[in-house]
């Protein structure tokens, strides 16, 4: 097994690729900068340094910084997990961490770099825990554990499918953190790096491996990538200071299930004379001030060097990148200071070989794929098997539903699941001669349904403001309210997707939504303030993939149902339910 660190990586090219038959558009527009920027040769010194084993801002570069900046200098927020700090914190009681400044601002903080979120405006004392899992892949033993873990949590225990392929669950208290760490790997799983500055989980083909039509299987560049991030789950100090958060994925599907634009570094496969590799999209990411999707950076990579690519681009963001206004410090910020080019040269410099190839115009992604339908029953590569897509409705699951669906898996599968990005779960390696008695389950039949309605199939809501104290609208029980009383009211024909966000940091992705629901407050008919949202429409995923636009601000909850379902007919061919019926 190759080390998580080693850069020396060796992949053999996908057994069938589909070569477009023209040269092909890139997959978005660069963005236009009329000339390239004028950068000052000391703009181009590195702000960190390492000290002690730990990358920490340089004394020069601290005037104006951020507060979470500060909080990372008067403690380094690794050592929590890598010196075992937290087992001293767990310790204290509520009350003794909240009488300190510092221990107070590593349970708000500094535990986000162990994947622990403390809920302390709506559940005081009880974290979110958000787990890496590459690819999106888990097993029947790992689900049972979690849903262990919630279970004595009771009301407030529940797990999410996360728009990162991953879980979160809810409900957790400190005191039990240690044991939950240790648990975790005992199962394979880990939570470090997986908040704040850090890498987030990366993203995959959901079906990979077992899709007829793949272009690659993503699985081992992803285990890879995660492995090198995390030094093998132990905690890697060198990617834990990052300006901000940063997202990467890996492209293996014509449908790019991956979402590539929205990602700070994307892997477009493409061949370049014999040789199987990617091209790169760097620099997309929403924030509640700026949504932007990812542009080219003009350059190829062999397999080989995915590693080495993805470590050259965490360190010129990490050396580089901003760190005074929190709104301004992704990393496409970095690439509008320095123009692409630029940020181009600090990448290549940083490659072990100091080259970087051009981008290959033999792009691998067929950009007139029509999407699939991953719900339901479809024919895996491997013969005399199939994959069974289930509905989760907005990515909730309780205890006993992880159970179940790991009795499923294990029953039916190979006690395999995996999660997507629309906050959805596929059973992967079902006999095809039993596919007909999994769809008989009674597990099944109820909310988990391999055959949702139109409107719920593409239904995605962060966690809302039940957990998160950002939240400023309730998501999750609205989304699904809302799509059912606008089904009643008309029929849709076609695939819409609408995503729901809880305030503007949109982690529930609106943008990119057939219509997006942003949270807000509003003012109702007696003018007092009400739950309402921002609508926005026409986003769109895939090849022709753009961002939407506000096609409404500030429409009340109660409003909400009969816009919807004029977009619906205006926008996209519904049918008012009282025209159908009459025309019956």
């Not at 006993?400 to 959805?424: I, P």
Request: with cysteine; glycine share 8%.
């Amino acid at each position: 097994m190759t080390s998580s660190t080693s850069l020396s990586l060796r992949f053999s090219p996908p057994p069938h690729t589909l070569l477009p038959s023209k040269p092909r558009r890139s997959l978005v527009v660069a963005s236009s900068q009329t000339a390239p920027p004028t950068v000052e040769a000391d703009r181009l010194e590195p702000r960190v340094e390492l000290r002690d084993g730990f990358f920490i801002l340089k004394e020069k570069f601290r005037k104006g910084i951020n507060p979470q900046e500060k909080v990372k200098i008067e403690s380094e927020p690794m050592k929590l997990f890598m010196e075992n700090g937290i087992e001293e914190l767990a310790k204290k009681s509520m009350e003794e961490i909240d009488s300190q400044k510092l221990t107070k601002e590593d349970i708000d903080v500094r535990l986000k770099w162990l994947g622990l979120f403390h809920r302390r405006k709506h559940q005081y004392g009880k974290f979110m825990m958000r787990l890496k899992l590459p690819n999106g892949v888990t097993t029947s033993a790992q689900t049972r554990y979690l849903a262990s873990v919630i279970r004595k949590y009771g009301e407030d225990g529940c797990a999410d499918v996360t728009t990162r392929q991953n879980w979160q669950i809810r409900g957790v208290v400190l005191p039990d953190v240690p044991e939950i760490l240790k648990g975790l790997a005992s199962v394979g799983l880990t939570s470090i790096q997986s908040g704040m500055d850090n890498v987030r989980n990366a993203v995959g083909n959901p079906i990979a491996g077992i899709d007829p039509d793949e272009i690659v299987d993503t699985r081992p560049y992803l285990n890879l990538l995660s492995q090198f991030i995390t030094a093998n789950s132990r905690g890697n100090p060198d990617f834990s200071n990052l300006p901000r958060k940063w997202n990467v994925c890996v492209v293996g599907s014509h449908d790019l299930y991956e979402h590539p634009h929205i990602n700070d570094l994307a892997y477009m496969p493409a061949n370049k004379d014999g040789r199987f590799g990617f091209n790169l999209l760097v620099g997309g990411f929403f924030s509640a001030k700026r949504c932007e999707e990812a542009i080219p950076l003009d350059a190829w990579v062999p397999a080989d060097d995915v590693v080495p690519l993805c470590k050259a681009v965490l360190e010129a963001f990490r050396d580089l990148g901003n760190r005074g206004n929190r709104q301004k410090c992704r990393m496409m910020w970095l690439i509008d200071e320095l123009g692409i080019e630029g940020f181009r040269a600090e990448v290549e410099k940083r490659m072990p070989s100091g080259k970087l190839e051009r981008e290959s115009p033999e792009e691998l992604v067929n950009k007139t794929w029509e999407r699939r339908d991953y719900f339901g029953v479809h024919p895996q590569k491997q013969e005399g098997l199939s994959y069974i897509g289930l509905h989760v409705p907005v990515g909730r699951l309780q205890a006993d539903d992880m159970d179940e669906l790991a009795r499923l898996a294990d029953t039916y599968g190979s006690g395999e699941l995996r999660l997507t990005v629309e906050q959805n779960i596929i059973i992967p390696n079902v006999e095809t001669s039993k596919t007909q008695a999994l769809l008989q389950e009674p597990f099944l039949k109820n909310r988990f349904s391999p055959e949702p309605s139109i409107l719920m199939k593409g239904l995605v809501a962060c966690t809302g403001n039940q957990f998160c104290g950002q939240a400023i609208i309730e998501t999750k029980i609205n989304a699904i309210k809302v799509a059912e009383e606008v089904e009643r009211l008309v029929a849709v024909t076609k695939p819409v997707r609408m995503h729901w966000t809880g305030c503007p940091n949109t982690c529930g992705q609106v943008q990119v939504a057939d219509i997006g629901f942003m949270g807000c407050l509003t003012r109702g008919e007696n003018g007092k303030a009400v739950e309402g949202a921002d609508v926005y429409v026409g986003g769109r995923i895939g090849s022709d993939s753009h961002i939407g636009e506000i096609y409404k601000k500030g429409v009340p909850m109660t409003d909400l149902v009969p816009l919807v379902a004029e977009i619906l007919v205006k926008e996209f061919g519904a049918v008012p339910r009282v025209r159908e019926e009459n025309e019956d």
